[in-house]
């Protein structure tokens, strides 16, 4: 139900509301995770564009639309076919005029798949490779990021100058706007996690971005607050009163997953059914070679605390696919950490080896939903038994 709130068929509908193209021509450039879907909502809902570029993740493409050129491409890492496909997008937005228009949809997961860097592509993808095993959150990554980029930050829009840029963002991290962060907070993160930087990086790192960007409007539609509040409305329709946590959550996995199931514990048993919702973007630091998401890792986590206990705790990442892995998310209980043990499975283990996905694989406990299309951050919710 709280995905269903949050698809972009709706959200990008309501946005274009407030679009009123010049006389000129209108082209479409569309990145993220939810990029196939919302360039065809648009689509649909215009009638036709003059030309665009989709660029979105592998997979994620689920046919043609008219007039679109439809691309797949490296996430959480860029690759080779996200350079090919942003040099696509730049060439269609060459030599515009001020009458034309370019209606730019981006969600989440575009900071990978859209993307030309500005030191070599092997650089970027070790760098970005450092901080996703960092743990840094992705404001922090997306701070390093920008200045190592000839597209984020604003600069995208400045390659569309003249032309008016009608920016349509399904996520609640802000793409091609400008830039409120600072050189010296790059510099601060770059140090922080250790970063193994060239010394062409280091001077992008203390280059400023665009701070004003006066050809560019911007709707923000679909967020991680629908999201929460979708789910807060299925689970007062399933009998729980539901509590809003947060829809900032941005911490480790495994530590939200600790704090999540330790509020279980103090509700239990109460005779009450509730419902404790948290959304936002949880990080996972690498320290094993395992396969699993932040989702899966927040949900095993908590699957010691819950032992025995009435109640459940379950992650969801909106876009349906959690890390490098075909699940959304986890889902444990009361009866998890038992038939973890009885499967060999040690939770401590586990998660130090990164490899919550065979773990709760083994008890039955991936939520698979498929791609979604959106991509607005996770959900996880605690439910609590009368």
Same mark, same amino acid.
């Given at each position: 139900?709280?995905?269903?709130?949050?698809?972009?068929?709706?959200?990008?509908?309501?946005?274009?509301?407030?679009?009123?193209?010049?006389?000129?021509?209108?082209?479409?450039?569309?990145?993220?995770?939810?990029?196939?879907?919302?360039?065809?909502?648009?689509?649909?809902?215009?009638?036709?564009?003059?030309?665009?570029?989709?660029?979105?993740?592998?997979?994620?493409?689920?046919?043609?639309?008219?007039?679109?050129?439809?691309?797949?491409?490296?996430?959480?890492?860029?690759?080779?076919?996200?350079?090919?496909?942003?040099?696509?997008a730049?060439?269609?937005?060459?030599?515009?005029?001020?009458?034309?228009?370019?209606?730019?949809?981006?969600?989440?997961?575009?900071?990978?798949?859209?993307?030309?860097?500005?030191?070599?592509?092997?650089?970027?993808?070790?760098?970005?490779?450092?901080?996703?095993?960092?743990?840094?959150?992705?404001?922090?990554?997306?701070?390093?990021?920008?200045?190592?980029?000839?597209?984020?930050?604003?600069?995208?829009?400045?390659?569309?100058?003249?032309?008016?840029?009608f920016s349509?963002?399904?996520?609640?991290?802000?793409?091609?706007?400008?830039?409120?962060?600072?050189?010296?907070?790059?510099?601060?993160i770059?140090e922080?996690?250790?970063?193994?930087?060239?010394?062409?990086?280091?001077?992008?790192?203390?280059?400023?971005?665009?701070?004003?960007?006066?050809?560019?409007?911007?709707?923000?539609?679909?967020?991680?607050?629908?999201?929460?509040?979708?789910?807060?409305?299925?689970?007062?329709?399933?009998?729980?009163?539901?509590?809003?946590?947060?829809?900032?959550?941005?911490?480790?996995?495994?530590?939200?997953?600790?704090?999540?199931?330790?509020?279980?514990?103090?509700?239990?048993?109460?005779?009450?059914?509730?419902?404790?919702?948290?959304?936002?973007?949880?990080?996972?630091?690498?320290?094993?070679?395992?396969?699993? +998401?932040?989702?899966?890792?927040?949900a095993? !986590? @908590? /699957?010691? $605390?819950? &032992? #025995?206990? *009435?109640?459940?705790?379950?992650?969801?990442?909106?876009?349906?696919?959690?890390?490098?892995?075909d699940?959304? +998310?986890?889902?444990?209980?009361?009866?998890? !950490? @038992? /038939?973890? $043990?009885? &499967? #060999?499975? *040690?939770?401590?283990?586990?998660?130090?080896?990164?490899d919550?996905?065979?773990?709760?694989?083994?008890?039955? +406990?991936?939520?698979?939903?498929?791609?979604?299309?959106?991509?607005?951050?996770?959900?996880?919710?605690?439910?609590?038994?009368?």
């Amino acid at each position: 139900s709280s995905i269903q709130a949050v698809l972009p068929d709706k959200a990008v509908c309501r946005a274009l509301e407030d679009f009123q193209p010049g006389g000129g021509r209108v082209l479409l450039v569309a990145a993220g995770k939810a990029a196939w879907q919302m360039a065809h909502d648009a689509v649909q809902a215009l009638g036709r564009v003059d030309g665009g570029v989709v660029v979105t993740k592998y997979g994620h493409v689920k046919g043609e639309i008219p007039g679109i050129s439809c691309y797949e491409a490296g996430h959480p890492v860029p690759d080779d076919n996200s350079f090919a496909a942003t040099e696509k997008a730049l060439a269609l937005v060459q030599g515009l005029t001020a009458e034309d228009t370019v209606l730019f949809l981006l969600s989440g997961g575009g900071s990978a798949l859209f993307e030309k860097p500005l030191v070599s592509g092997g650089e970027l993808q070790d760098i970005t490779n450092q901080l996703l095993a960092s743990g840094a959150d992705i404001v922090e990554m997306n701070t390093i990021r920008k200045r190592l980029s000839a597209v984020k930050g604003g600069r995208f829009a400045q390659h569309c100058a003249p032309a008016r840029v009608f920016s349509i963002v399904l996520s609640d991290i802000l793409g091609d706007l400008p830039d409120s962060s600072t050189c010296a907070q790059a510099l601060a993160i770059a140090e922080k996690y250790h970063l193994n930087l060239s010394e062409q990086a280091k001077a992008l790192l203390a280059q400023e971005t665009p701070k004003a960007l006066d050809n560019v409007t911007t709707q923000i539609t679909g967020s991680v607050r629908e999201l929460c509040t979708a789910a807060a409305k299925a689970c007062r329709e399933l009998g729980y009163e539901p509590i809003l946590l947060t829809d900032r959550l941005c911490c480790e996995a495994k530590e939200a997953g600790s704090f999540l199931s330790a509020i279980a514990r103090t509700h239990a048993g109460q005779g009450k059914k509730l419902a404790f919702i948290a959304g936002g973007e949880t990080v996972v630091h690498l320290t094993g070679k395992g396969l699993g +998401g932040r989702n899966q890792e927040l949900a095993l !986590a @908590a /699957a010691p $605390a819950l &032992a #025995g206990q *009435n109640a459940a705790v379950f992650s969801v990442g909106s876009d349906g696919t959690d890390g490098p892995t075909d699940a959304a +998310g986890g889902y444990v209980d009361g009866d998890t !950490a @038992a /038939a973890l $043990a009885a &499967a #060999g499975r *040690n939770v401590f283990d586990t998660l130090q080896n990164n490899d919550a996905y065979h773990a709760l694989q083994a008890v039955d +406990g991936l939520i698979i939903t498929g791609a979604t299309g959106t991509n607005v951050n996770d959900v996880a919710v605690v439910l609590i038994g009368g």
